[in-house]
């Protein structure tokens, strides 16, 4: 039997829940971000100001200079944790294999569910009219028989969208979308991508896996298998995953090193918490940057002995 796999985004999440929570600023541009003076990115922007061509992470100077009529909001990280918990409620109402990815977005294993209630597209309809109703947001959602087709079809009709692919339609579905709607196809391997001559994700499922191979190595041939619409990766609930990690997002560029150390401290904090509850310990520490213009480093020491504590794991990932 073809899995149903669903993947569920609310639409301009942090913005959004602005709007709700401030009537007045329904129907208005919003972005939420830190001011222009303290250096300040856009978090997230509502539609409406979407139009003027901002997105996540332009410099807010830029965005109030497309659009001077926008409200610029402060991030309210705790209250958009608050939201996310309840919708992830209502999620884990319907299957309990629910794999949040962030605080917006999360993927569904339905298979065993989607009999009881009339199909994909009624259980789909079904999720998003709890979510409006129980939250006051709207919530795209893209079904398929695998991680890889939800995710792109819950990006086809944005906001408040709802795209099923039948099962047997995957590859089609794909075939006509730019390489860069794929799954780990970044700026990067886009651009390589095109240098080979393909554009499409139907062209790179027609290439040989051998040259895809040899430019992008095991990865060619994961992008391959996708786009042929091929994707067995399970639904990993928070139970199940191997890893335990934590991350914050600042509200404006920080680049003071007391300052980033005491959120790296509440970080690993978090993080030695949650080990202790699995009753687990770490034997690899990973720590992750990002900077505002989206590039990111990554760092990874492993260790002969298990760490749970904070102490440990900021000494491991300061080293």
């Not at 332009?58 to 919708?87: H, I, N, T, W």
């Not at 009624?122 to 028989?145: P, Y």
Request: with cysteine.
């Amino acid at each position: 039997m073809p899995r149903t796999i669903l993947h569920a985004d609310l639409d301009a999440f942090y913005a959004s829940v602005e709007q709700l929570d401030r009537p007045e600023l329904r129907g208005r541009p919003v972005v939420v971000g830190a001011p222009p003076q303290a250096r300040g990115v856009v978090a997230a922007a509502s539609y409406e100001a979407r139009r003027f061509g901002i997105h996540s992470a332009m410099p807010m100077s830029r965005a109030l200079r497309l659009c001077p009529q926008a409200v610029q909001v402060a991030p309210r990280f705790d209250r958009y944790g608050e939201v996310s918990r309840k919708v992830m409620a209502i999620l884990r109402n319907v299957t309990p294999l629910v794999e949040p990815l962030s605080l917006d977005e999360a993927f569904l294993d339905a298979t065993e569910q989607v009999g009881a209630h009339g199909g994909p597209e009624a259980l789909a309809r079904e999720i998003k009219r709890r979510v409006k109703e129980e939250t006051g947001l709207t919530a795209s959602i893209g079904v398929g028989t695998n991680k890889t087709v939800a995710k792109i079809a819950s990006e086809m009709e944005k906001p408040d969208g709802l795209v099923v692919v039948s099962p047997g339609e995957e590859a089609s579905f794909l075939a006509p979308l730019p390489v860069r709607s794929l799954w780990g196809v970044g700026p990067k391997a886009e651009e390589a991508l095109l240098q080979m001559g393909i554009h499409t994700i139907g062209e790179l499922a027609r290439a040989g896996e051998a040259a895809l191979v040899e430019r992008f190595g095991v990865r060619g041939q994961w992008f391959r298998h996708m786009a042929n619409g091929l994707d067995d990766r399970p639904v990993e609930t928070e139970q199940e995953r191997k890893s335990v990690g934590a991350e914050t997002t600042f509200p404006r560029d920080l680049a003071d090193g007391p300052e980033l150390r005491e959120i790296l401290s509440r970080v690993a904090e978090d993080v030695a918490r949650r080990l202790r509850e699995k009753g687990v310990r770490a034997r690899t520490v990973v720590l992750k940057l990002r900077y505002s213009d989206f590039r990111t480093i990554n760092r990874q020491t492993s260790l002969a002995e298990g760490v749970d504590s904070a102490r440990e794991l900021v000494t491991v990932a300061g080293a």
